[in-house]
């Protein structure tokens, strides 16, 4: 519609107005000629006569007539409009051209039908492009619904396929556990599921021969005793603290714990004793003073003995002293002649360096056979200390792994002066 309107204003020239007003006239000419021609003229000397009085009535004497100079104008303006880049096969360039047209009151019609025009074809694009739209979402939607069917079928097929294949799997699997020697070991059953079995099944498979590997092992871990650091059997502990060893003989909850705990403060009597050196026991003891006690032995110590005074405070820091109160506490000690005189026998710093060596090398033989026995009732984690450690016992003493051999009768000036040195130590 656009383009007839857009023709017809290009065909509305001046030259196209003058010859429409010259066809007007012959027109006109050949009317009146008809009409003569009962009056005695040709109807052809007619016509030629008022066609040339016709056409000389069309040609303005003083220039172009209105209308060829309306039309001259509108010419102009679709010119003008042109020649700047208008397309005017779009709504916009007839708008345009409206507007341009517009300004001139006399095209104001012209002006109103190009506008009317650009809305119809705004109108129409519009239209056409929704149109386009919903077919393009149809075919969209067409092709989706396609592609869903399609993928809906091809799960099918693999859900089939699947099924097929894990029926098959199944079939196999029975077939071959059957077919397995009914002494079959582990490892051919669990080939089998590996091959043939689902990934359930092989991780049931799996997680139920480490469960039988598990409950074997225990049971022959219950089978064989539990062993300590030494490789001495242990026994086991009720639920009510109760001791029982790998024959059967109950120990008494209350009993075991004592005996536990004098078990521990043994060793750790053993590592104090590790401790001290023979440097700090030739400072610390033969002194008439302990310098640790009272202010004024303090400050004497720290002023003209300070050797002495630093070995005594480190010695007393060990503890040694401490642990023998504690293992005298204890029943299970207690009642160890043995372990008694050694807890009662320590000497104090006014004893001579070689008795307290003396006393050191007897304690941890006597501790040493206090954690034998021990140990081999109850299995206790043990750790021994070498003995004869400053040779005041003559020749080296069995090891500490040995069978514990009968106490030795401590020498009565040993007894002696080690007594003597505790009575010392007790009046401070």
């Given at each position: ?27 006109r000419a050949m009317q009146l000629a008809r009409l003569s021609a009962g009056r005695g003229g040709s109807p052809g000397s007619v016509f030629y006569g008022l066609k ?351 069978v514990p051999s009968a106490p030795t009768t401590p020498k009565p000036a040993a007894q002696t002066e ?11």
């Amino acid at each position: 519609m656009a383009e007839n309107i857009v023709q017809s204003l290009f065909g509305f020239t001046p030259q196209a107005v003058q010859e429409q007003m010259y066809q007007t006239g012959e027109d006109r000419a050949m009317q009146l000629a008809r009409l003569s021609a009962g009056r005695g003229g040709s109807p052809g000397s007619v016509f030629y006569g008022l066609k040339s009085a016709e056409r000389a009535a069309a040609t303005p004497l003083f220039g172009p007539s209105p209308q060829v100079q309306r039309a001259g104008n509108l010419q102009s303006i679709i010119q003008g409009v042109q020649a700047s880049g208008v397309d005017l096969s779009q709504p916009e360039g007839l708008i345009e051209l409206a507007n341009a047209v517009g300004q001139n009151p006399e095209f104001g019609g012209i002006a109103t039908s190009l506008r009317q025009e650009a809305a119809r074809m705004t109108q129409s694009q519009t239209k056409f492009a929704y149109d386009i739209a919903a077919k393009g979402a149809e075919i969209t939607e067409r092709g989706a619904r396609t592609a869903e069917s399609e993928a809906r079928i091809a799960e099918s097929k693999a859900k089939t396929a699947k099924l097929e294949f894990a029926n098959t799997q199944e079939e196999n699997l029975r077939a071959e556990l059957s077919n397995l020697p009914a002494n079959a070991s582990e490892e051919q059953i669990l080939a089998v599921y590996r091959r043939y079995g689902s990934a359930d099944q092989q991780s049931r498979a799996i997680q139920a021969s480490l469960d039988r590997r598990a409950r074997l092992a225990e049971q022959n871990r219950m089978l064989q005793p539990e062993l300590n650091n030494n490789g001495v059997p242990q026994g086991r502990v009720d639920a009510k603290g109760n001791f029982f060893d790998n024959s059967g003989r109950k120990v008494a909850s209350k009993e075991f714990v004592d005996a536990e705990q004098s078990h521990n403060t043994a060793l750790d009597l053993l590592l104090s004793l590790r401790q001290l050196t023979e440097k700090d026991i030739n400072n610390a003891f033969g002194s008439f003073i302990d310098y640790t006690q009272s202010d004024p032995a303090k400050f004497v110590g720290s002023r003209f003995s300070p050797e002495t005074q630093k070995a005594q405070y480190q010695i007393n820091n060990i503890g040694v002293k401490t642990i023998l109160e504690n293992l005298q506490k204890l029943k299970g000690a207690s009642t160890d002649k043995e372990m008694q005189k050694v807890a009662s026998t320590f000497p104090g710093y006014q004893a001579r360096p070689e008795v307290m060596k003396q006393w050191i090398d007897e304690a941890i033989q006597v501790t040493n056979n206090f954690l034998r026995r021990s140990e081999k009732r109850y299995g206790f984690d043990t750790t021994y200390e070498a003995e004869n450690r400053f040779g005041t016992k003559g020749p080296k003493q069995p090891s500490a792994a040995e069978v514990p051999s009968a106490p030795t009768t401590p020498k009565p000036a040993a007894q002696t002066e080690s007594a003597q040195g505790w009575k010392i130590l007790n009046v401070r």
